[in-house]
């Protein structure tokens, strides 16, 4: 026997299991996360048999001292972090487009590595590296006599702050490389030509031409850079732990804290929520004012 | 205004050499263009003097100056392209004005000339648009405008028309001249249309394989082709050829299905060769179709006619060769009836049958 089906129903048999999957993996953990941040849950308990408490879990986030800390170093964090990393990846793509093909193609190899290293790992390396007593950058800056002895990087609040953004700079720079690459591509090349005869010279093309036509690659690489810096939480679990203190505690770090060190899923539940809510709404507002943006590159 | 003058430009990518020792002069004030098949250098010739593109040897001179070291930005050459290469982020002002502010000219000056130059080009209701909203043409015309706004010494044009349609084409090829006629900039202009070539230029180069084929006023060029490559690719229909076996005692040409006289202008050339073969060339305008048997007539059974408006063109099967013809339109041949062609001796090319060159006469 052969079933007749029509076109759309055929699209939607084909689209299901992705649909079914994005339902089971996605939003089944959202919901049922929200449901637990309105339960005054511990990590050893089923939530049907736990009191509901209404929002008194988001009462205590919003009270709590810890939460707006976090929030703004996660956002510091996060503009710092991808700000650098724009600049650091415009200038890597920019080098690595200009040399020849051959060349190139070593240098891309050299600028995805970092990116490739799992994120565990890099905060371990880093972890190393800036280690008070046989860390190598104390020990190179101690050499070159410009210290005394080694700074307390991970351990002194301001330095810890900032050697947290230069791990995820020197991390993450790579993959900003990568899509600024891919937008430096689709320029074609007649352009920079005209502008050559044009009478314009490398920084008049590189204003003028080359950044106007990248900014579409280069919104929609910080919105992606963005959310996942908003999100940290591997670097800082492996670097500093949310230290000293809970200075570099990031949004989620410390969300994570309330789950796993002291047990408690309904306010982690609830901080969890929090963060989610804070990045989609963040994003919601960056898309609707970058659409004007997009426009030129249909 | 300055002449433009190359001489023993080579240029190699790779192993592939895409220019050989190309000389030439490109006469101030002149529309030169560049015409071949794709892959002929004329782009890679035009990119050099844009200095796009480094040359592997020989010099550049526009003017009395040798460029070869001055970079593109400093040479005061525009350049439209096949592309129109419009900055899609920036307006039609803005566009236009980009020459201008890479020069760092005065705000006031650049709104005046751009206006002007808009004015000329009927762009001046457009200037706030984006090059997205623009039609084939326009964006043709912007380009255009980019290119004279700032009144350079050489204009180089790299298949300007090829992305309009036919019809625009036609149009544009006629504005294009007038213009370069009013400015009387120098201008190399870069095309694989002869028909663009032969109307647009004050003198053509034909080229092919990196190597200058022929140059020379278009007339010259199509009623004196010095090979068969120009003979077959200036002119269209292509001439059609055939090869002919020489007769030097009776002065006659021989082909497998008829013979003629020799022209008494390559009697000499012939003897003097001395070689039993020859190509002749005939333009299918030159080719006369009758209906009936003349003296002198070749037979020939129509492959296929194709009616062209105020005349048609015949395609013809002649010693097993196909060859084309045009006629009035009142002589309607149906396919597989025979017909018979002459031609005028006057109007027939021979060419060495070995090296292609034309023959000499006298």
């Known amino acids: 026997m052969k079933i007749r089906l029509r076109e759309p129903t055929i699209a939607f048999l084909f689209l299901l299991p992705a649909f079914i999957g994005v339902i089971v993996f996605y939003y089944y953990q959202i919901v049922q996360t929200g449901i637990y941040s309105l339960h005054n849950l511990q990590h050893t308990a089923d939530w049907q048999t736990q009191p509901f408490v209404w929002f008194k879990n988001y009462a205590t986030v919003f009270r709590s001292t810890y939460f707006w800390q976090s929030l703004r170093f996660t956002v510091y964090f996060t503009f710092m972090a991808t700000v650098l990393e724009l600049a650091v990846g415009l200038g890597m793509a920019m080098a690595t487009f200009w040399v020849s093909r051959w060349l190139g193609g070593i240098l891309r190899a050299i600028i995805i590595m970092p990116w490739v290293i799992p994120p565990i790992i890099n905060a371990m390396i880093w972890r190393w590296l800036f280690h008070a007593d046989v860390g190598l950058f104390g020990y190179i800056l101690v050499s070159l006599g410009l210290v005394d002895k080694p700074p307390l990087f991970l351990t002194e609040p301001m330095l810890a702050v900032h050697s947290v953004i230069f791990a995820d700079v020197w991390k993450n720079s790579s993959i900003m490389a990568i899509f600024l690459l891919g937008g430096l591509a689709a320029i074609p090349a007649d352009i920079y030509d005209a502008a050559k005869v044009d009478g314009a010279r490398s920084w008049f093309r590189f204003r003028k031409v080359t950044l106007p036509m990248l900014l579409p690659t280069i919104l929609v690489a910080l919105l992606f850079r963005g959310i996942d810096a908003l999100r940290t939480f591997d670097l800082i679990y492996g670097l500093t732990g949310g230290g000293p203190g809970t200075v570099t505690e990031t949004l989620s770090s410390f969300a994570y804290k309330y789950y796993f060190t002291y047990g408690k899923f309904g306010l982690g539940s609830a901080y969890a929520i929090v963060v989610f809510a804070i990045i989609v709404g963040l994003a919601a507002v960056y898309l609707s004012r970058i659409r004007r943006n997009m426009r030129f590159k249909e | 205004m300055a002449g433009v003058r190359v001489e023993g430009l080579l240029k190699k990518f790779g192993n592939v050499t895409a220019l050989d020792h190309v000389s030439l002069e490109f006469e101030d004030g002149q529309l030169t263009v560049l015409v071949g098949p794709s892959g002929c250098g004329k782009t890679t010739l035009l990119r050099i003097i844009a200095g796009l593109e480094d040359a592997t040897g020989g010099s550049v001179f526009i003017g009395h100056e040798a460029v070869n070291q001055v970079p593109p930005w400093e040479r005061n ?176 040409l021989h082909a497998p299905d008829f013979q003629c006289k020799a022209p008494s202008r390559f009697v000499e050339a012939l003897r003097r060769r001395g070689k039993d073969s020859v190509i002749l060339g005939v333009r299918p305008e030159d080719l006369k179709v009758l209906a009936s048997f003349e003296e002198g007539a070749v037979p020939a059974t129509v492959y296929i006619s194709e009616p062209m408006g105020k005349e048609m063109l015949l395609t013809v099967e002649v010693g097993g060769a196909l060859a084309k013809a045009i006629t009035p339109t009142n002589v309607r041949p149906r396919i597989g009836e025979t017909v018979w062609l002459t031609f005028d001796e006057a109007c027939v090319h021979l060419f060495d049958s070995e090296t292609d060159e034309a023959l000499p006469t006298e």
Do not use: W
């Not at chain 2, 648009?129 to 084939?136: E, F, I, Y």
């Not at chain 2, 044009?157 to 349609?165: A, V």
């Not at chain 2, 060029?221 to 030097?248: K, L, Q």
């Open chain 2, 77 to 252: 050459i525009a350049m439209v392209f096949q592309s129109y290469a419009l900055y899609p982020h920036m307006t039609v002002f803005d566009n236009i004005a980009f020459p201008l502010r890479a020069r760092k000219i005065s705000k006031a000056e650049v709104k005046q000339r751009v206006e002007q130059t808009a004015a000329l080009l009927g762009l001046s209701e457009l200037l706030q648009r984006k090059p997205r909203q623009l039609s084939g043409g326009q964006m043709q015309r912007v380009a255009l405008g980019r290119a004279i706004v700032r009144k350079p010494e050489v204009f180089l044009m790299d298949e300007p028309l090829s992305n309009l349609d036919a019809k625009l084409r036609v149009e544009m090829r006629a504005e294009l001249k007038r213009l370069q006629k009013d400015l009387g900039v120098t201008t190399i202009y870069v095309t694989h249309d002869q028909a663009e070539a032969m109307t647009m230029a004050d003198k053509l180069v034909v080229m092919r394989g990196g190597v200058i084929q022929q140059m020379g006023e278009p007339e010259e060029v199509y009623s004196h082709p010095r090979n068969t490559f120009v003979g077959g690719f200036i002119g269209s229909p292509a001439m059609n050829f055939i090869r002919c076996s020489v007769d030097c005692a009776e002065a006659e």
